[in-house]
Structures are given as C-alpha cells and as structure tokens.
C-alpha cells in the first residue's frame, strides 16, 4: 500500500521546485503571458509580478499581447520539451514529477536562464492546458 502522508518539502530542495509547485496553479494564460515576459526578467518572482501589473492595466503592454507573444514562443519551442522529456511520468506526487521534468529541460536546454526553465517546465507539465489556448492566439511560431 502506498504512503499518503502529507510531508514537508526537503530543506535543502531547489527554489525552483517549490516556485514551480506553487506556478503550476496559475491559469493558462497568465502561464503563456509570462513565458513572453521571461525574456526580460530572469526571476520568476518578478515575470509573475510584471504580468500581474500589465493584467491590471498598469503598463502599456496588453495580457492578449503577452498571451499571443508567450503562445508563439511555446509553439516554437515545443518540440525541443518534447525532445527533452520524450517520456513523461505523471505522478501524484507534484515535486517528484517537478523535479523529474526540470531536470530533463535543463539538461537538454543549456543555455536558457532559471525563470525561463521555471516556466517552460511549468507549461510542459500544463501543456493539456497550455496548447488549446496556444492554438487559439493566432499566429505562426
């Protein structure tokens, strides 16, 4: 029988895997706009905030132009996460499968930062979510 306790994440566990944990529960689209943000601040922190304040009108950027900016990047870099995790496990435990795709995205995408890798896994592990609402912002990747 398997363990269902609730437990505490290790102390000396990656940032990354508690603020992807944490991510994984924005809506799609917030998702997609911060991944068109990622490219201007490298701190997941700060994307998610900058989006929030475009979300909020207080910036001269528009959540559907950071939604269709952030879909044409997921469509262009799609088949490099499917190449990366070819084979995905899902699993009930989120930092288990967090971990498992965070760790084959950056092996196989070197040279992106860490808030660009928090978000790409994040949309990798949503991509059910994520790719309905990518196909529907228009554009060609």
Known sequence: MSDTRFTLPAIDAPAS????????????????ACLAVVTLADDPGQVAMLVDHVRHGGAHLTMPDLITAGAHHWRTIRPDLAAADPNPVVSAAVRQTWDRAHTAIAAELTT???????????CWLRRADIDPVAALSGGEP
């Open 17 to 32: 895997t508690e603020t992807g944990v944490m991510l994984l529960g924005l809506d799609p689209e917030r998702l997609l």
């Open 112 to 122: 992106v930062g860490p808030a660009r890798l928090v978000y790409l896994t994040v």
